[in-house]
């Protein structure tokens, strides 16, 4: 067994045994540095963000676990709105050449009044390892709703990987792949600069989890974030500077037991 398959074997038995982790799907690097909200910012957590969109976008993050950069995972989503069905594009990718996780999401939003808006998304997952027999692969759904209370105030609720089937998975634990997630989120500006944000999380591993955070614009140009995740307590931090249309977004999490993750996510509007 060369160094990498004891390396990967020993992270994924220490994330066993603290916490579920599903390496595929994140929040954005943004949205790390919040405390991991991804069902109030991002579409790929809560599709029905898809329908409020007013621009559409392009983001690419990259999120390094512990330093590591076999336990990287690289993501990037277009998002289209528009006035028939604005929809999504993601994929992601975890691991290195003999241990690789895949995802390729096509998701769809639509705001149903001045209030409520309705997502729905739909994934493919893939395990490729030469440590398996055979490989392992899982398609799942996704439903979001937001509700916009006003124009500082929004709730959303998400379901990820529910309902899933589960294929080929005789020799892997194909639930590697993620497991059932729901979060409930709020997002409040309190002033125009001031964004504060919230929520609580099920899911198979973790049947409860709650975060927060916040972000501040001191400038048009510049953002500061922070927050905090539980099960385990993980703090983070967050900045971010926009020019010509684009924003480069920075984070680091503090995980008690396995240390300092860092990403770098970079996004476009147009």
């Known amino acids: ?55 559409k976008s392009f983001r690419a993050d990259y999120y390094n676990r512990y330093r590591i950069k076999e336990l990287a ?72 709703i937001v509700y916009q209370a006003s124009d500082n105030l929004s709730v959303g609720l998400s379901a990820i990987n529910f309902p899933s089937v589960t294929l080929n998975d005789e020799y892997v634990d194909a639930e590697r792949l993620g497991t059932y997630l729901a979060e409930l989120n709020v997002n409040w500006y309190i002033v125009d600069n001031v964004l504060l944000t919230g929520g609580l999380a099920n899911s198979k591993d973790t049947p409860f989890s709650a975060s927060a955070g916040m972000e501040y ?28 249309g684009i924003t480069v977004d920075v984070a680091m999490v503090y995980h008690p037991v396995l240390g300092v993750s860092l990403g770098l996510g970079l996004s476009y509007s147009f």
């Open 73 to 144: 995972t690289l993501s990037a989503g277009l998002c289209l709105p528009n006035q028939l069905l604005p929809i999504g594009l993601h994929i992601a990718s975890f691991g290195y050449d003999e241990y690789r996780e895949s995802l390729f999401r096509l998701s769809a939003g639509k705001q149903l009044s001045d209030n409520w808006s309705l997502g729905i998304g739909v994934q493919y997952a893939l395990l490729q390892s030469e440590m398996f027999e055979s490989d392992a692969a899982r398609i799942s759904a996704d439903l979001g």
């Open 217 to 244: 614009l001191p400038l048009d140009e510049f953002t500061l974030r922070a927050g905090i995740r539980t099960a385990p307590l993980r703090p983070s931090l967050g900045a971010g500077y926009t020019f010509s």
């Open 1 to 55: 067994m060369n160094r990498w398959k004891g390396l990967l074997i020993c992270f994924l038995s220490v994330c066993s045994a603290v916490s579920a982790t599903d390496n595929l799907r994140l929040p954005d690097i943004r949205t790390l540095g919040m405390g991991g909200n991804g069902g109030a910012h991002s579409a790929f957590f809560n599709p029905a963000l898809l329908g409020v969109q007013t621009s």
